[in-house]
């Protein structure tokens, strides 16, 4: 919900009549940098048992924790996907089942293969991939929104580095440095 700050009941209300009034599967995003509300694991195991088409979450709270509490709120079947690309590693070992990614923009088959190898278990490759990844993960969002990942993708000639207001196109010189760097760590550039 935008603009008021609910409480968990107030959440457990809203959510509620969204799932009631529609048959589609919902991933509840949360998001507490930018909604200002973070939704706990119980008030998230509350609306998935009462819901079944509440399905998962896309969980953007950075508190890798957060996977196995909502495993016992939620229940093992509920889809947890990581909405921070820094912390998707750690992120899945405690059981979630992807990413919802800012990084893959610029880097889809690194993240995918990165993907892949946490869903197979095999940490010790997802760690080399997650090496060449991290100081992308971190340039990227030294300024906010898309705008890091707009310029990493200008910089491999797939689109326009513009974005709406409030936002600018133009980054900050040690930003658009940053970024370079790490897509040239990431073996994106040369």
Do not use: W
């Amino acid at each position: 919900p935008y603009y008021y700050k609910p409480t968990q009941k107030g959440l457990i209300a809203h959510f509620s009549a969204i799932a009631e009034a529609v048959r589609l599967p919902i991933y509840i995003y949360n998001i507490p940098g930018r909604s200002v509300v973070d939704m706990t694991p119980e008030t998230m195991g509350a609306l998935a048992k009462a819901h079944s088409n509440i399905v998962g979450v896309k969980d953007a709270t950075g508190k890798i924790e957060r996977v196995s509490e909502q495993r016992i709120t939620c229940g093992k079947d509920f889809r947890q996907l990581s909405g921070e690309d820094a912390t998707a590693l750690g992120f899945n070992a405690h059981g979630g089942v992807g990413c919802i990614s800012v990084t893959a923009n610029v880097a889809p088959r690194l993240c995918a293969e990165f993907q892949a190898a946490t869903l197979a278990g095999d940490y010790n490759k997802a760690l080399e991939y997650q090496d060449r990844l991290m100081p992308l993960h971190k340039a990227i969002f030294l300024e906010p929104g898309l705008c890091g990942a707009k310029y990493g993708l200008s910089r491999l000639e797939r689109m326009s580095r513009n974005v709406r207001s409030p936002l600018i196109s133009m980054l900050e010189p040690t930003t658009e440095a940053a970024i370079d760097a790490a897509m040239r760590h990431a073996g994106l550039l040369n």
